[in-house]
């Protein structure tokens, strides 16, 4: 089993930055694991998802080249930054494991088994 616990979400302005943090514990092997984002009265959006092993990194088009995702496999833990942020970057940030098995859609919901309870973020003017 997994468990993903994410923090680091909060408020801030337009064009600045956050860093989100996504811990993970549990024993079961991970092939990928990867961020989405939810709005009100919106579904889940596919932010970015990296391959845990090779590092292989993938992104929305709407956050790509101002969000970087990454990893650190000694502490279990995944990272987003994200800079130049926009108020349509509002949402809460969701962390997501895929343990069973090697998905070749990594941008889709329903690749990931694992889901850690969200984090928020707010970008105001």
């Known amino acids: 089993q997994v468990q993903l616990v994410e923090s680091g979400g909060g408020l801030v302005q337009a064009g600045g930055s956050l860093r989100l943090s996504c811990a993970a514990s549990?024993?079961?092997?991970?092939?990928?694991m990867g961020w989405f984002r939810q709005a009100p009265g919106k579904e889940r959006e596919f932010v970015a998802a990296?391959?845990?092993?090779?590092?292989?990194?993938y992104y929305g088009d709407s956050v790509k080249g101002r969000f970087t995702i990454s990893r650190d496999n000694a502490k279990n833990t995944m990272y987003l930054q994200m800079n130049s942020l926009k108020p349509e970057d509002t949402a809460v940030y969701y962390c997501?494991?895929?343990?069973?098995?090697?998905?070749?859609?990594?941008?889709?919901?329903?690749?990931?088994?694992?889901w850690g309870q969200g984090t928020q973020v707010t970008v105001s003017s």
């Open positions: 549990g024993r079961t092997f991970t092939y990928t």
């Open positions: 997501a494991a895929d343990t069973s098995t090697f998905s070749s859609s990594p941008s889709r919901v329903y690749a990931y088994d694992y």
């Open positions: 990296i391959r845990w092993t090779t590092g292989s990194t």
